[in-house]
């Protein structure tokens, strides 16, 4: 968002990474969040907020390995499934 601070666009997308469609998401969103935002940077956090606007059914096949994630978003959905493991598929 224009004249939006690096601080506050942290905390939005914060906000919308737990703040999805369905629980799961809500889980494995917020946590990449909580460990990976801070250390990205613009190039990287515009690619997450363009990733943040897809279907949750599409980004929870894509990160427990149903379906391949568009090549857009083949690394960084690949990284976020590192974290997702007990959640999409047991521990």
């Known amino acids: 968002m224009q004249g939006e601070t690096r601080e506050i666009r ?3 997308l914060r906000m919308r990474s737990m703040r999805r469609g369905i629980k799961e998401m809500d889980l494995i969103l917020g946590g ?3 460990q990976h935002l801070d250390g990205m940077d613009a190039e ?6 363009r990733l943040l606007e897809e279907n949750d059914q599409d980004l929870y096949q894509w990160v427990s390995g149903q379906v391949a994630a568009p090549a857009p ?3 960084l ?3 976020i499934a590192l974290g997702a493991d007990g959640i999409v ?3």
């Open 89 to 91: 598929r047991p521990a």
């Open 44 to 49: 990287m956090l515009d690619l997450y907020e």
């Open 77 to 79: 959905v690949a990284e």
């Open 73 to 75: 978003y083949g690394e």
């Open 32 to 34: 990449y969040s909580d």
């Open 10 to 12: 942290l905390k939005r």
